[in-house]
């Protein structure tokens, strides 16, 4: 099996990818939160789980899952950064972007 070492520009890409998607739980739980109380409607089931079962306190894990992955980019060794964990990232970060967005929307 031959062993893909990414170029260190994509090694800090991954990183700030993750710090991304790491900062963004804050904005997404923020955001969030105008949404429901703006009369929105939370479609992700195990949001909406977790907002039925924890309470107010339902963004505390999102909040974890955040400093999760700021710990992970900056720790994890760059030969275990494959190109499918370096993409998956990269999906992460827009994919939080998109949320963001879409609850700030919700607002307006």
């Keep these: 099996m ?16 993750l710090t991304f998607v790491g900062i963004a739980q804050v904005f997404d739980v923020l955001s969030t939160r105008a949404a429901l109380a703006a009369g929105s409607v939370e479609i992700n089931p195990l949001a909406a789980a977790m907002q039925h079962h924890l309470g107010e306190a339902w963004g505390v894990p999102k909040l974890m899952m955040g400093a999760i992955a700021i710990a992970t980019a900056w720790r994890l060794s760059p030969q275990h950064i494959t190109p499918a964990v370096f993409w998956l990232a990269v999906l992460f970060a ?3 972007a998109l949320v963001i967005l879409n609850n700030y929307l919700q607002v307006l």
């Design 2 to 17: 031959v062993k893909v070492v990414l170029p260190s520009t994509s090694i800090l890409i991954f990183r700030l990818s």
């Design 94 to 96: 827009k994919l939080y």
